[in-house]
């Protein structure tokens, strides 16, 4: 009896924080009506019906929607510079499983230079070369484990005051499974978002746009590129370091991204074909979640964090979802023919879980145009029944984080495409 008064009491606890945001719908029976745009169907009003007539005419028009409509245009990086300087080497790595690597990257456009670090775990005794995850983590290479060795960044210091519990080591060991990811056979390269673009009103001066021809005159276009679109930039920045590293496969890379990063992952795996999988996690509205399905998080709120993480342009749709002329599905699409993972979590109904399974599930007829696999109900799974097609999806128990249930799954995903099963 007893257990069933504190349950009720968490049920109307929980409704009551969910219905607290106001204008925030969380009841499926009020999402209205939607109509997505036909991923199939260009601008000009032609279906597609072959992968040649995707890959010349849709999959650019969609670049081109998404770049000038919501993420911002990625400029020309010609005059910028990347230097790398191994800091560190340690061979006896979580517990002697993996060698760490910590690389300063020296990114310069002649007269200004600004740093980040990258922390690199690669498998010890693997013969040959090895896959590899891309992912920036949060709160510091030194949050990812609990290693005195792990170097501070420089911008961490700018978006955390001293005593803060995140310059704890490992604070955030829990959202990485090294010694899974390590265990089956996987390189591993992170770096603090805050390096890339300080996620802190204030800071763009840190950020790598600072370093692009015509920051800081004032101006203001709609497709100017933000924060989303620098850590896109970012990790295909990691990419090319690893591309110096013999024993990384380049051919089996994966890029893993958390919620503000699981929009970022979309957006850099749409842009760089190097990025074999692509893995967004809880990223909900502007990243896999359609935001024509009104439910949890909206445009209107997503678009008016600062710093900016999406351009001006984007700013047109508040409350007008309905009225863009892309919805998240064709963002997912832009991955094929390599594969895609989406993953949501039961607690996380502010990223729409649904709305996540549906922008996957519709990214699909692509998918059918390259002979491959997408989702193939509109009926969500249920929860802890990975869907693993060329498409993927899951969803688990719990909140809004990376668990080590969401790693064993990316890494059952990646074994699946990167042809180690
Ligand atoms: C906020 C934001 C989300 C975002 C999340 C995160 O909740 O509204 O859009 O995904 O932060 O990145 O943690």
């Known amino acids: 009896m007893k257990t069933n008064v504190t349950t ?9 924080s969910l219905q607290a945001q106001p204008g925030i719908n969380y009841d499926e029976s009020k999402v209205p009506d939607y109509v997505l745009p036909e991923l199939l169907v260009t601008q000009k009003g ?8 995707w890959e010349n005419v849709r999959r650019p028009e969609l670049m081109e929607l998404f770049s000038s409509q919501m993420y911002g245009r990625t400029p020309d990086d010609a005059g910028i510079k990347v230097r790398y300087e191994l800091l560190t080497e340690n061979p006896a790595a979580l517990g002697g499983k993996a060698t760490s690597k910590q690389v300063k990257f020296i990114f310069s456009n002649g007269k200004k230079e600004l740093e980040a670090l990258l922390f690199l775990l690669i498998p010890n005794g693997s013969t040959g070369k090895v896959p590899v ?4 983590n949060f709160k510091g290479n030194h949050s990812t484990l609990n290693d005195t060795t792990i170097l501070y960044s420089k911008n961490f210091a700018l978006v955390k005051e001293p005593g803060h519990p995140d310059w704890e080591r490992g604070c955030q060991a829990s959202r990485w499974s090294y010694d899974d990811i390590i265990g089956r056979g996987y390189a591993v390269a992170t770096m603090c978002y805050h390096d890339i673009f300080p996620d802190r009103p204030g800071l763009k001066d840190y950020s790598v746009v600072s370093l692009f021809e015509g920051y800081g005159t004032g101006s203001k276009a709609p497709d100017e590129w933000q924060a989303i679109g620098a850590w896109a930039w970012g990790s295909s920045r990691i990419v090319d370091y690893l591309a110096t590293e013999p024993v990384i496969d380049t051919d089996k890379i994966a890029i893993m991204g958390h919620s503000r990063q699981g929009k970022a992952a979309l957006w850099a795996g749409a842009q760089d074909t190097r990025f074999k999988v692509v893995i967004s996690n809880d990223s909900g509205e502007g990243g896999a979640a359609l935001s024509r399905r009104e439910y949890g998080e909206s445009i209107a709120r997503v678009s008016s964090i600062q710093p900016a993480w999406f351009c001006r342009a984007f700013n047109q749709y508040r409350g007008k979802e ?3 002329p892309i919805d998240q599905h064709e963002l997912i699409a832009l991955m094929a023919p390599r594969a895609v993972y989406v993953a949501s ?18 990214a699909g007829p692509v998918y059918q145009l390259y002979g491959l696999k997408g989702l193939e109900s509109d009926e969500m799974p249920g929860i802890h029944q990975p869907i693993m097609n060329d498409v993927g999806y899951h969803i688990r128990e719990g909140k809004h984080d990376v668990t080590r249930y969401d790693w064993l799954r990316f890494l059952d995903f990646a074994d699946q495409h990167f042809g180690k099963r």
Not at 46 to 53: A, L
């Open 345 to 362: 979590a039961v607690k996380d109904q502010w990223a729409d879980p649904k709305g996540e399974y549906l922008g996957a599930f519709y």
């Open 8 to 16: 009720l009491f968490l049920i109307v606890l929980a409704s009551f």
């Open 133 to 136: 995850f891309v992912g920036y």
């Open 46 to 53: 032609e279906m597609i019906t072959s992968v040649r007539q």
């Open 322 to 324: 309905q009225e863009r």
